[in-house]
């Protein structure tokens, strides 16, 4: 029964039995369960909002955090810092394209050398190319300047090819349009390894000191 329909009946009450005395009282009986009742709704719709507020404020994150389209979460790490790798060589130590990975053998892995004034050097145990590099946030990509000179010999062994092939893709890439650079992807780097990404290949290679042209 509402309120005022609730009050009306009480107070019609009143005048057809009247007790002396406690008209008033009546009346403030029913204006303070009225109150009573208003108090406890706005309370209710009070911790209703709240509890909509603190949902919200966790769900929303969650939901930032996760890959569109995917059901894991997403790790948003920093890119590694070029200082990590550039300034440095590097033997090629492992090749994984999936689901084959390749071990390279120390005398196969050839070299890559990053110098702190953007030139590169890459030995894949054959020829040697040397050229330009620029890095972007997360990697870096090689310019097309390059210049070629031979360094080994060719022994076909099947690690050594895929050193080749591997080097390959760093300069060449598989994409469609050759025209378009190759974005190599840091992974990781720290003082003893570094991890790139090329199109579909993972390379990991093992730090040989400082950078040097020899």
């Known amino acids: ?122 030995d894949d145990t054959v020829t040697a190319l040397h050229g330009h590099f620029t890095t972007f946030p997360g990697g870096f990509q090689l310019r097309d300047d390059l210049t070629k000179s031979p360094v080994g010999t060719l022994t076909g062994v099947p690690p050594q090819l895929a050193v080749m092939s591997a080097y390959d893709t760093m300069v060449s890439g598989t994409q469609s349009d050759p025209l378009e650079p190759v974005q190599i992807r840091v992974l990781s780097a720290d003082a003893t390894t570094l991890v790139l990404q090329v199109d579909s290949l993972r390379l990991t290679f093992g730090r040989t000191g400082p950078a040097t042209s020899g």
Do not use: C
Request: aromatic share 4%; proline share 6%; glycine share 8%.
């Open 1 to 122: 029964m509402a309120d005022d329909e609730l009050r009306r009946q009480l107070l019609r009450a009143a005048e057809l039995f009247p007790v002396h005395g406690r008209t008033a009282d009546l009346r403030r009986r029913v204006d303070n369960r009225r109150r009573m009742r208003t108090g406890a709704v706005l309370a209710v719709s009070a911790v209703a909002t709240m509890a909509v507020a603190v949902a919200v404020a966790v769900a929303v994150p969650a939901v930032a955090g996760r890959v569109p389209g995917h059901g894991t979460s997403a790790t948003s790490a920093a890119p590694v810092p070029t200082s990590a790798y550039v300034g440095s060589g590097w033997r090629l130590t492992e090749i994984a394209d999936w689901p084959k990975t390749t071990v390279v053998p120390a005398a196969d892995g050839g070299r890559m050398v990053l110098f702190e004034d953007g030139v590169f050097l890459i």
